[in-house]
């Protein structure tokens, strides 16, 4: 008995070294429980598995937030004896440094939903938030409060944020502020600020962040949506004095932009996904402004996978599109372990000087370059990319000393720090540029993408057509709506009661099928229902109704066709315009101007350029929407054109009612055909879909292409949903770049009381 237990130990161990593994040791579990929080491990207990400890909402794991297997079995940091591993309930910075007022109540610790007043001393007036409220993330709600008093400087007294103090109390031109924060906190943001010529401080207010405090998803949103945009609208040409009369700086230079993002082995496949959809989001989020930067992309451990290259762009060899595509298709196999940043900024160093190279240096001068690094700073190899960073500069800057501070706004490095542990003392210097924050700190990579889908400003981009929210946080109701904000019900309660769906195509219009009216019925009985969450509207009433006047539903009874849908198309009129927001929003429409801008067609634009670049494929990918909770869901179809068109439209012949020989007759050049099952196995559409929008996503637009009419079976029952075609079932739906001069006549009418679209002359 002993000895065999010893005889399979020896195996085992004979084994190990023959095959040559090193034999090394686990890490062991004892020790790193938490009391009232998990841990989640992302090798289990091997080597280099990183142990991330979680608490609830409003409370941060203490002593440590991570831990790090090391090769030889031990926990670093090691688990102590005597300070056990537990959740604290998240604090906020010390309120209590507001000069000449008073903070109630006063406290020693400020914590989750603890909220605090401030009032000024008499003379003084209070700017800022007069009540604060202690927030999850570490932060205090609302502004900083500043009691001041006139006293004539050049610039307003910049106040000090809580657990900061600040040396300098003159306010006039060139004084300068510095901060510090107190305790273990630490400062993001501006260290210094000095007063301007124009009553405004440099730089950008500091506050003092705990290990534990993070940015939320809409103040990344903000902040950095509000700085990108810089980056993106600064193209334009700006004035600028020199020799005291106005020239026009030429900004028509090309804009570069450089992302990098760390996958070492901390990530998992999941965290890798998302990481690599945030940044497709973001490239496709700046391709609504109108600019066209060239992209490098990369992905790094110890090792550069280089997905996207900048030569390609500069060769014209790629487009937005295609970049997008290789992103989608990479993968990483077995990741190498370490982390190299300073290889990621070598890499782009590398880049830039190979642009210099190629364009030469007076046009290097045009060049603007934006970085965007997605880390969370744990570099242990290659060591720091300062130097690296300052090179880039100089090289960006180009060394003009005579004007320091001329060419910064060529340059900007943003850095997203992320992951649970970050390393902020090494992170924040890498950031370059002025105007608005560089440094964000978030703890999960799956607040990404939403931070990038909030990126857009709805009050600037009132006037664009399909643009919609890619992505989904959780597929409730009101992301819904942001996927879909031209989604329309339709209820039309008159004589034959009918459920339709509809899209807005203007603020004034829902456009839907022509068979979900009855003869005889009046506006009064249709109501359109568009949900705005904000004010919790929901029904809206019709002003008045046109069918298209060519749709004649027994016009080929005597051809042996008992119902003819050609023309099957209504437009709706609103009782009253509709509020756009990022949830409501009309989807484009063929053969306007609003829908080339949307394609970036430049110049003067054809209908048939916008369908050759629609509708250009044999298999044409389409999609539409039926009700399903909690809101709709999408069918995905393929639209048969060209040759394929014929085999498709033939099903028709199947259909009840339908008694002649010929397809053409029940399905005019007027229908765009989907269904069937071979390729691919179309979603079919159910009575209820009717009057929908058939339509393609092009980048970050929607545009409409066709309306839902009408199919050969039923197939869906009383139910609707996402109901799959089998072999012979086919639909057809209106094809609206037939439509035009009824759309043109309506929509584009310019002496109504509604706000006309634009259509394109041919
Ligand atoms: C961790 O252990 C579980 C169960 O033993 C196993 O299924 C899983 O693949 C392991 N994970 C890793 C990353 O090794
Ligand atoms: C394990 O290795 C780390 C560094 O690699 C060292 O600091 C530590 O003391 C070692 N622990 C043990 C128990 O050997
Ligand atoms: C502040 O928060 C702590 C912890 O939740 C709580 O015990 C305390 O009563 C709060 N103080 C006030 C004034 O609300
Ligand atoms: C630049 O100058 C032009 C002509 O002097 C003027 O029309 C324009 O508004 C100026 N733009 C800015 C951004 O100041
Ligand atoms: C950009 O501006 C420069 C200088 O004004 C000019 O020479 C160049 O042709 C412009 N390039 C483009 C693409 O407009
Ligand atoms: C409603 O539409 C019909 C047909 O399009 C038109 O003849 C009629 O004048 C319109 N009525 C109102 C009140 O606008």
């Not at 020790?31 to 989640?40: A, C």
């Not at 007043?117 to 003379?123: A, H, L, P, V």
């Amino acid at each position: 008995m002993g000895s065999s237990v010893l005889c399979s130990w020896l195996a085992v161990l004979s084994c190990l070294l023959c095959l040559g593994v090193e034999v090394q040791g686990d890490c062991s579990d004892s020790n790193i429980q938490i009391e009232g929080g998990e841990y989640i491990l992302s090798r289990n207990l091997t080597r280099d598995s990183l142990l991330v400890y979680k608490c609830k909402e409003g409370y941060y794991p203490y002593p440590t937030l991570t831990r790090l297997c090391q090769p030889n079995g031990s926990w670093r940091p090691a688990p102590k004896k005597f300070i056990r591993q537990r959740c604290r309930r998240v604090e906020c910075p010390d309120p209590n440094v507001l000069q000449n007022g008073d903070v109630s109540p006063p406290q020693e610790s400020y914590f989750v939903d603890n909220e605090t007043t401030y009032e000024c001393y008499s003379g003084y007036t209070l700017r800022g938030s007069v009540k604060r409220t202690c927030l999850p993330n570490g932060k205090w709600s609302g502004l900083t409060p500043i009691c001041s008093r006139d006293s004539g400087d050049v610039c307003a007294d910049p106040g000090i944020p809580p657990g900061a103090s600040r040396t300098g109390n003159l306010f006039g031109i060139d004084d300068k502020v510095h901060y510090r924060c107190t305790g273990n906190l630490f400062l993001v943001g501006s260290k210094e600020r000095t007063c301007q010529e124009n009553g405004q401080w440099t730089g950008q207010e500091p506050a003092c962040y705990y290990k534990h405090t993070y940015d939320t998803v809409l103040e990344v949103s903000e902040a950095f949506g509000g700085a990108i945009k810089d980056s993106l609208t600064t193209m334009e040409s700006l004035n600028d004095t020199q020799e005291g009369r106005m020239i026009r700086i030429s900004k028509n230079g090309t804009l570069n932009i450089y992302i990098a993002v760390d996958i070492s082995e901390s990530i998992n496949e999941d965290q890798f996904k998302q990481a690599r959809n945030a940044v497709i989001t973001l490239i496709k989020k700046i391709a609504s402004f109108s600019v066209s930067p060239n992209y490098e992309i990369i992905f790094f451990s110890s090792e550069i996978y280089e997905v996207v290259k900048i030569p390609d762009f500069l060769d014209g060899n790629i487009e937005l599109k295609d970049a997008i595509k290789r992103l989608e298709d990479f993968e990483v196999g077995d990741k190498n372990t370490g982390t190299d940043l300073n290889a990621a900024f070598v890499k782009f160093e590398g880049e830039m000087a190979y642009i210099r190279d190629r364009v030469k240096p007076e046009a290097f001068k045009e060049h603007r370059h934006v970085l965007i690094m997605f880390t969370d700073g744990a570099y242990n190899m290659g060591g720091s990319p300062r130097p690296t960073v300052e090179r880039i500069k100089n090289m960006v800057y180009m060394n003009d000393m005579a004007n320091v501070g001329s060419r910064d706004e060529y340059l900007d490095i943003y850095i997203f720090a992320i992951g649970a542990d970050l390393f902020d003392d090494d992170l924040q210097p890498l950031t370059v540029g002025t105007g608005g924050s560089h440094y964000f700190r978030m703890k999960d990579i799956k607040e990404l993408q939403a931070t990038f889908d909030g990126i857009i400003d709805e009050s600037e981009v009132v006037g664009l057509c399909g643009l919609h929210q890619d992505y989904e946080i959780t597929p409730d109701k009101t992301n819904r709506r942001k996927r879909y904000p031209w989604l329309a019900f339709i209820i039309n309660k008159g004589k034959k009661s009918k459920k339709c769906i509809g899209s807005l195509v203007s603020p004034d219009f829902v456009l839907t099928a022509a068979h979900c009216f009855t003869y005889g019925d009046l506006p009064k009985d249709i109501i359109i229902e568009i949900e705005d969450e904000k004010t919790g509207r929901r029904e809206r009433s019709v002003k008045n109704f046109t069918l298209h006047p060519n749709y004649k539903i027994h016009a080929k009874v005597n051809q042996g066709v008992e119902e003819f849908y050609d023309y099957d198309l209504a437009l709706i009129q609103l009782s009253n315009p509709i509020e756009i927001s990022v949830s409501i929003r009309p989807i484009c429409i063929p053969c306007t101007q609003e829908t080339s801008d949307a394609m970036k067609l430049v110049g003067k634009s054809t209908c048939k350029q916008q369908e050759e670049l629609l509708l250009k494929n044999q298999r044409e990918r389409l999609n539409f929407l039926t009700r399903k909770d909690p809101l709709v869901a999408e069918k995905d179809v393929f639209a048969k054109l060209g040759e394929n068109r014929n085999l498709c439209i033939e099903k028709a012949l199947n259909a009840p009612g339908i008694t002649t020989k010929d397809p053409k007759v029940a399905v005019t050049d007027n229908f765009l055909c989907t269904g069937g099952l071979t390729d691919h196995r179309d979603h079919i559409a159910c009575t209820g879909d009717s009057g929908g929008a058939v339509f393609k996503n092009y980048e970050l637009r929607t545009i409409q292409v066709g309306v839902v009419s009408w199919g050969t079976h039923e197939l869906c029952g009383s139910t609707d949903g996402l109901i799959e075609s089998n072999a012979d079932s086919r639909d057809f739906h209106i094809n609206l770049f037939k439509m035009t001069p009824f759309l043109k006549r309506i929509l584009g009418d310019e002496n109504q009381d509604y706000a006309p679209l634009k259509f394109l002359e041919s």
